[in-house]
T-cell receptor, first 120, second 110 residues
Framework: GAGVSQSPRYKVAKRGQDVALRCDPI?????LFWYQQALGQGPEFLTY????????KSGLPSDRFFAERPEGSVSTLKIQRTQQEDSAVYLC??????????????????FGPGTRLLVL | DQQVKQNSPSLSVQEGRISILNCDYT??????FLWYKKYPAEGPTFLIS?????DKNEDGRFTVFLNKSAKHLSLHIVPSQPGDSAVYFC?????????FGAGTRLTVKP
């Protein structure tokens, strides 16, 4: 009964460096979400996958951010040429079924522990 | 645009008393609302939810109330316990994403 796992838990990067953050969702979960949480704020949506398809990337702050989920399970969030404003906790969440607007309990999102990124 | 607001950044309550956490939202298209609890260095943990077709959902010590006309929801914890001390996030589900409030830090004093 493993939950959502993320790695690394902490990452320190020099400005301009590329980083890759990994998310292992709960097995069998169709939907996968990435969020960015700045200090003192709630999580902010970045992108959403249904299986391997990236259905919504409207929250990605710039073209330096790229996410993929090639086999519909593990996902990677890549940030190119990191900037200091990218410093945040990056949270991954998964849910059993796709979001449908019906308010089904199976659409509840389960979060990983997050990756804390610090860009110096 | 902050579509979900938690106007109280912190709340302190005595053990055994009721904790009431409040949340306001602006988007009338939100159809599903959730409360998450977060401990330090951990991801948010789902606590309780409510569909927009209901006005109350209860689970043990936790009850969520939804007032659609006021675009307001609240989480009641009774009786409060020291282990309830955490940051509580209100969230509202839109199309593909969830919008979160900034969180309320609850401290339950023994």
């Amino acid at each position: 009964g493993a939950g959502v796992s993320q790695s690394p838990r902490y990452k320190v990067a020099k400005r301009g460096q590329d980083v890759a953050l990994r998310c292992d969702p709960i097995s069998g979960h169709v939907s996968l979400f990435w969020y960015q949480q700045a200090l003192g704020q709630g999580p902010e949506f970045l992108t959403y996958f249904q299986n391997e398809a990236q259905l919504d990337k409207s929250g990605l702050p710039s073209d330096r951010f790229f996410a993929e989920r090639p086999e519909g399970s593990v996902s990677t969030l890549k940030i190119q040429r990191t900037q200091q404003e990218d410093s945040a906790v990056y949270l991954c969440a998964s849910s059993l079924v796709p979001t449908s607007g019906s308010g089904m309990s199976q659409e509840t999102q389960y979060f990983g522990p997050g990756t804390r990124l610090l860009v110096l | 645009d902050q579509q979900v607001k938690q106007n109280s950044p912190s709340l302190s309550v005595q053990e055994g008393r009721i904790s009431i956490l409040n949340c306001d939202y602006t988007n009338s298209m939100f159809d599903y609302f959730l409360w998450y609890k977060k401990y330090p260095a951990e991801g948010p943990t789902f606590l309780i939810s409510i569909s927009s077709i209901k006005d109350k959902n209860e689970d043990g010590r936790f009850t969520v109330f939804l007032n659609k006309s006021a675009k307001h929801l609240s989480l009641h914890i009774v009786p409060s316990q020291p282990g309830d001390s955490a940051v509580y996030f209100c969230a509202a589900r839109g199309n593909n994403d969830m919008r979160f409030g900034a969180g309320t830090r609850l401290t339950v004093k023994p």
